[in-house]
């Protein structure tokens, strides 16, 4: 299907979006099972206002990101999770924990976070296109495989990390690891990811052209007149800093920012000047919808880790886009 | 009108020494790349779109060497076609076209008009990956055709080598008005049929060295091209005077009679 009104089906995912948001305001279930529908009160209204926010600034940063990871390395499989690089922000900053434990100073906390996450994230960044570098090129498989692995790697350091930690400092560990919204969310480390994810956003949207120019060849795409090294340099390291800020606000997130750009493209297209917002508004809308389906779903043991229904549901969309596009346009 | 110049370039390493003393295929007319896979085709177009720095020599576009022009800059006077399509996004036949102006002003009547040339018009709003290869072939010279300017340079790297022969005979029509609008265009090619439709020149490259440049009636002739290339060839009387065609028989066992 290809797409002659962009700006209708960036309409339709804004509105679906603001379907998942008025639900996770609007519809509460109650300790007996029942489901409540209408504005809870000033308090609790501030609780799901605050909860909506983080979502919908960390959907949107990992949304953003992933669309532009997918069309700079021409991989329908690319997103920061798969990639390893939001597990190298979680490693980040556990190590960064475990250091100022040892050196007996305060763990860094809010949007200080934000700082070893970017450490993280780019060094996993870096060496995820180390390794898949083949003859020049970036090798499709070896690039998912790669990242993998370095996110296998990284989520394992952030347990020994954890681990190692005396007991009294593990608070910050608890939940985070597999990503959470937290209940009261730092400011700071909000107000950063809100900005990284419109900054982000922004930059997709305005170099859209030069993106779409990318998902040629090397050599065709700089024949065109791209200048192919800057751009993707910028780009990675804007994806690097949207993700680390995600990171230091909710923890690592998984499958998002894949599924985020293949909701949207099946509305907007694949042109980025449209997709990258729309990728970041659907990304809003998923994580928001994650959140309050953890809300209503209680499987006995009180309520599920956001992390987990992202990893679940995700997980499988993610098999599913494997077997699709196996054939597609991964080259 | 932007010239071509090769100067001597020495590229890969010392392996490719492309040209001895100067060379410049000239504007206005077609010059077709011939020579065995492997001995360099491909150096040459890659050399000449900056892609790859020569190590002594130059290439020079306007005068200026090539690899050292910012890419929109070099876009606006060189386009090229690479030897296999690449679209690493689900995009559109028509957006892949409009891919050719990303650094030029926004023209949507040259990417209509590129469409109609390569017969691609009614292929238009299909997924670029739901074509053959010979079609994405297509889609990458309407490309490159979008992004052309009038006496800039044009090259193509076997550009036609999966494209039926209707549809060929449709492009090279098409890249030969672009050379008589004053175009200089450098294009690699095996298919010596394609060779004698397009090629006002000829240049031969072997194991990374000019073997032969000049006119195409005489270097794609039945007694040059055995020398050249290694291969029979059998002469036949076409629309543009004699063309020679590959004589594969030549080196069959014969059937006894």
Redesign the interface.
Known sequence: M?HRRPMVGLALVAAVSCLAVAARLLVVRTLDGSFLVGWPGPTLGQFRGDAVLVACAAGAALGASGAIL??L???PLASPFVLGVTSGAGAGVAFASLAASMAGIAAPTGAALGVPALAGALLALGCVLLLSRRHGALDPVTLILGGVIVGAIASAGSTVAESLLPPERRGLFNGWLFGRIPDVPDPGALAACAAAALGLTGLGAAWG??L??A??????A???????GPMRTAMFIGCGVATAATVALCGPIAFVGLLAPHCA?ALVG??NRMLVPGAALAGAGLLTAADALRQWIDVGGGRLPLGAVTAVFGGVAFLVLLRRTAA???? | MTTLRFQSPVIVRGTFVLAPGELAPAAGRVTVLIGPNGGGKTTVLRAAAGMQLPEQGAILLGGVPVHSMPAAQRAARMALVAQRPEVGAPFSVRDVVALGRVSRPSAPERIEHALARTGLTELADRPFHALSGGQQQRVAVARALAQHEPGGVLLLDEAFAAVDPPEAAALVREIRAEALAGATVLAATHDLSVASALADDVWCIAGGRTAAFGDARELLTQQALPRLLGVAVAEAHGARGTIAVADYGAILPKAPR
Not at chain 1, 215 to 220: N, V
Not at chain 1, 222 to 228: E, F, K, P, Q, V
């Open positions: 290809m997918q069309t390395l021409r991989n052209n030069r779409d120019g998902a040629l060849s090397d050599d065709e700089r024949s065109i007149g791209i200048a192919l493209r694949a042109r597609g346009w991964m080259s």
